[in-house]
């Protein structure tokens, strides 16, 4: 069966220092891969998705980037952290063509202070 | 995608089924409905889809009406694990055809009591 994986699952972090959050799947093969946001008590805000290794689309203007160095990995990272920056942010996958199921990770709650 | 109209809470008491409503009166022939639901402090999670028949699977129930302008999702023996916020969407199946974007309404707050 599949499984997602991230880490941390929590973090503070002060402002301007750098963020690395990593997330894996395991249990599937060319996964398409998602990185969304959710700022407290709002909606989910997709930021970065990929469908492919190196392929990297963001959906919205930021500090953060995204990068797929294998094909099951996928790393969400800031040179300098904003305040903005906090939330909970959640990594998913779906099979290629099927993006309307969706499985999530368990997330990363991030605190920037 | 088709907007979709479900109450913003619920209680159901522990071991009762949980009827959860949701009125999509503007969707399209080849929109499914999908439901997620979102544990507090965890990822959402995929529950159940359907297009026009009633479907059933280890978690839940989804009853669609005959004109698909609304459906419930039934959860049969509510527990207290259930407590969630619960999300219908419509979305197009087909490839390509909608956005990689899953949005989330407000949902339902469903409470089980014990």
């Known amino acids: 069966s599949q499984t997602i994986h991230q880490w941390p699952a929590t973090l503070v972090q002060p402002v301007g220092s750098p963020l690395s959050l990593e997330c894996t799947v395991e249990?599937?093969?060319?996964?398409?891969l998602y990185w969304y946001r959710q700022a407290a008590g709002r909606g989910l805000q997709l930021l970065f998705y990929?469908?492919?290794?190196?392929?990297i689309s963001s959906e919205v203007p930021q500090n953060l980037s995204a990068s797929r160095p294998q094909d099951r990995q996928f790393i969400l990272s800031s040179k300098k952290l904003l305040l903005s920056d906090s939330g909970f942010y959640l990594c998913?996958?779906?099979?290629?063509?099927?993006?309307?199921?969706?499985?999530f990770g368990p997330g990363t709650r991030l605190l920037v202070l | 995608d088709a907007k979709t109209t479900q109450p913003p809470s619920m209680d159901c008491a522990e071991g009762r089924a949980a009827n959860l409503p949701c009125n999509h009166s503007?969707?399209?022939?080849?929109?499914?409905v999908y439901w997620y639901r979102q544990i507090h402090s965890q990822g959402p999670q995929y529950i159940i889809h359907g297009l026009k028949n009633n479907e059933t699977n280890e978690m839940a129930s989804l009853i669609i009406t005959e004109d698909r302008k609304s459906s419930t999702l039934i959860l049969p023996h509510a527990t207290l694990r259930d407590t969630a916020v619960y999300y219908c969407i419509v979305r197009s199946y087909l490839s390509g055809a909608g956005s990689y974007q899953l949005t989330f309404g407000k949902g339902t707050k469903l409470s089980v009591i014990p």
């Open positions: 503007t969707i399209s022939g080849n929109e499914y």
């Open positions: 249990g599937t093969s060319n996964p398409n």
């Open positions: 998913a996958w779906s099979v290629p063509g099927r993006e309307e199921t969706q499985y």
């Open positions: 990929s469908i492919g290794i190196g392929q």
